[in-house]
């Protein structure tokens, strides 16, 4: 059975920094692409960024651009989302995902999904 479980969401200041964590399980991910998508209050859900389990191939929204990082951890099966000088508009839930697509910005070409973390940006 594959999980994906995010963790590190949390109430923060604007201009703050955090980093979410995704640990992954019950498969291989070696050809996969892992996302971090988040859905703002009332809105749809929308690409923060995505890299590749096999190399260090990324691609990025550029709303987040200067300010977050994702990263992996081989070694854990974990992924990272770093995020610096976080806006009130970074407001949402946050969702780990995993897609067989080469670096897909696209929701519906991710397969696995985790239960998502909830980030708060208060002025």
């Known amino acids: 059975q594959v999980k994906l479980v995010e963790s590190g969401g949390r109430l923060v200041q604007a201009g703050a920094s955090l980093r979410l964590s995704c640990v992954m399980s019950?498969?291989?991910?070696?050809?996969?692409?892992m996302g971090w998508f988040r859905q703002p209050p009332g809105k749809g859900r929308e690409f923060v960024s995505a890299?590749?389990?096999?190399?260090?191939?990324?691609q990025q929204a550029d709303s987040v651009k200067d300010r977050f990082t994702i990263s992996k951890d081989k070694s854990t099966s974990t992924l990272y989302l770093q995020m610096n000088d976080v806006k009130l508009e970074d407001t949402g839930v946050y969702y780990c995902?995993?897609?067989?697509?080469?670096?897909?910005?696209?929701?519906?070409?991710?397969?696995?999904w985790g239960q998502g973390t909830q980030v708060t940006v208060s002025s």
């Open positions: 019950g498969r291989s991910f070696t050809t996969y692409t």
């Open positions: 890299i590749r389990w096999s190399s260090d191939n990324r």
């Open positions: 995902a995993g897609s067989p697509e080469y670096l897909s910005t696209r929701s519906d070409e991710y397969t696995y």
